[in-house]
């Protein structure tokens, strides 16, 4: 046998030995292409707009906090007048 002959051999023996993991590997493209990369898109807009929701809804929790901190200071200051006078 020649060495070109050898390395044909050879060649065509890798081909059928590789052929199973090819159509494998594309499997698993196709399967990511299709299916897991839209659904982790999906996913990740779902986090991101609750992200966005919570970091407004943070800064109203923190306006609001603010306001009682006020709203109790006047009671407080109101109450202290009303005994005052009665």
Same mark, same amino acid.
């Given at each position: 046998?020649?060495?070109?002959?050898?390395?044909?051999?050879?060649?065509?023996?890798?081909?059928?030995?590789?052929?199973?993991?090819?159509?494998?590997?594309?499997?698993?493209?196709?399967?990511?292409?299709?299916?897991?990369?839209? *659904?982790?898109?999906?996913?990740?807009?779902?986090?991101?707009?609750?992200? *966005?929701?919570?970091?407004?809804?943070?800064?109203?929790?923190?306006?609001?906090?603010?306001?009682?901190?006020?709203?109790?200071?006047?009671?407080?200051?109101?109450?202290?007048?009303?005994?005052?006078?009665?």
């Amino acid at each position: 046998m020649t060495d070109n002959e050898l390395l044909l051999s050879i060649s065509e023996l890798l081909d059928k030995k590789l052929k199973p993991l090819d159509d494998r590997t594309k499997q698993v493209e196709l399967l990511l292409e299709q299916d897991i990369i839209p *659904r982790l898109q999906n996913i990740e807009s779902c986090y991101t707009s609750t992200y *966005r929701r919570y970091a407004v809804s943070s800064e109203e929790l923190d306006a609001l906090k603010a306001d009682m901190e006020i709203i109790k200071n006047v009671i407080a200051e109101h109450s202290k007048k009303l005994k005052e006078i009665s």
